[in-house]
């Protein structure tokens, strides 16, 4: 007998928590430590420049380690691979709060790597276990994540300046990755492979040469790009434009709290629609209408980042999404997750400081405020091809 999806669910009561949990870790141990980089900068004694690369170090190890995770599952399994990144991260929070020099880039590379794991394998293990429930499950996910980066936030600065310093800070965000560990543990005895398809071309170098696949890629990346901009120089823009530090940091925070907001509802309404051309090209323009509001209108910056961050929250989930809806088999989706976020956060780990250049050599932030506006609109334009009902399988059929 064939169990309902509910049912389903139900039925993987643990292994549901366990993907929720995991989620948790995805973006906190990395967003997490951007409001004590100024105690890390001082310190250290850092440039800007080398503070910054703290910041790029991760998306590096994103666009680095992404497209190898589809293989390492497919060799060791998908649940021991998740664990192992968990470990990974454990281990970078712990280096990186070690108080060396050297070992505070390590760490942050290790965390990255580990991120980069779950972040990839994740999207392929709901399509493997949930394959009806992918929209859904995502969003439930992306709203832990949303959260969790948001406690986190919140969190270190009081832990820092109630005698535990930013090393006794970072080091609690610990407990994120090792409730993660314990979990997870049940689910190493199941050490199961991904369910492949026979078309081994598509598992992965065929995955790059799929136009739908980069539609996807380009949806997901272009959203990556953006969102790392805003979330680097936003209170550089919010002080340029007379705000103080602290109302600066409320309205960075309000902006990551934005982006968990779709992951209440924008997975049911996906599991209704069979196309989603029309909510992808809608949640893209969302960016777009942010970034030309806080360059016009900066008096209203907090309308201007809960837009942004509900747009980016939003297409985030339907990207994920998309991975899930777009490939044939649990593999084939953790191969187009890899294609989509070793380009994604590429493009990510760049756009900070060619951005910051702009501004340097412009003397304003119009310029990447106006860059940002512009590349939602390509970003509109590849949501409305990534949302057509198809499959990459199928779609490779078709023209052969």
Not at 125 to 137: E, H, M, Y
Not at 151 to 161: K, N, T, W
Request: proline share 4%.
């Amino acid at each position: 007998m064939t169990l309902s999806p509910s049912a389903s669910i139900k039925k993987n009561g643990l292994l549901l928590l366990g993907i929720l949990i995991i989620a948790t870790t995805l973006r906190v141990t990395f967003t997490g430590a951007a409001p004590l980089l100024d105690m890390v900068r001082d310190t250290f004694g850092l440039t800007t420049a080398q503070t910054g690369i703290l910041t790029t170090l991760p998306l590096l190890a994103f666009a680095v380690v992404s497209p190898l995770a589809a293989g390492i599952a497919r060799r060791f399994g998908t649940e021991r691979s998740l664990f192992a990144a968990m470990l990974i991260i454990c281990a970078g929070i712990a280096l990186r709060s070690a108080g060396i020099t050297a070992l505070l880039y390590i760490g942050t590379a290790m965390i990255g790597c580990g991120i980069a794991m779950g972040n990839v394998l994740l999207p392929s293990l709901i399509k493997r276990d949930f394959p009806g429930q992918v929209a859904r499950l995502t969003g439930a996910y992306s709203l832990t994540m949303g959260v969790a980066a948001a406690i986190g936030s919140v969190m270190v600065v009081p832990i820092a300046q109630h005698g535990y310093g930013w090393q006794g800070a970072l080091l609690a965000l610990m407990i994120f990755p090792v409730a993660a560990l314990l979990v997870w543990l049940p689910q190493l005895k199941k050490h199961t492979p991904a369910n492949l398809t026979s078309n081994t071309a598509l598992h992965s170098r065929g995955i790059w040469s799929s136009p739908l696949a980069w539609q996807v890629t380009m949806y997901l990346g272009i959203n990556s790009l953006i969102y790392y901009v805003i979330i680097g120089w936003l209170p550089s823009i919010l002080i340029s434009h007379g705000y103080s530090e602290a109302q600066a940091g409320s309205l960075h925070g309000l902006l990551q709290l934005a982006t968990a907001i779709p992951g209440l509802f924008i997975g049911m309404l996906l599991s209704r629609l069979k196309d989603q051309r029309g909510i992808a090209v809608l949640m893209a323009m969302l960016w777009g209408l942010s970034a030309t509001g806080l360059w016009l209108f900066p008096d209203f910056a907090g309308v201007w980042v809960c837009i942004g961050g509900f747009g980016s929250g939003a297409t985030m989930i339907l990207g994920l999404s998309f991975i899930g809806l777009r490939t044939g088999s649990a593999h084939q989706a953790a191969a187009l997750s890899g294609m989509a976020q070793c380009v994604g956060y590429l493009l990510a780990a760049f756009g900070p400081p060619v951005m910051g250049k702009v501004h340097d050599v412009s003397g304003s932030w119009s310029g990447p405020l106006l860059g940002c506006a512009l590349l939602s609109l390509a970003m509109a334009v590849f949501g409305a091809w990534a949302g057509r009902n198809a499959e990459i399988g199928a779609a490779t059929k078709a023209r052969t």
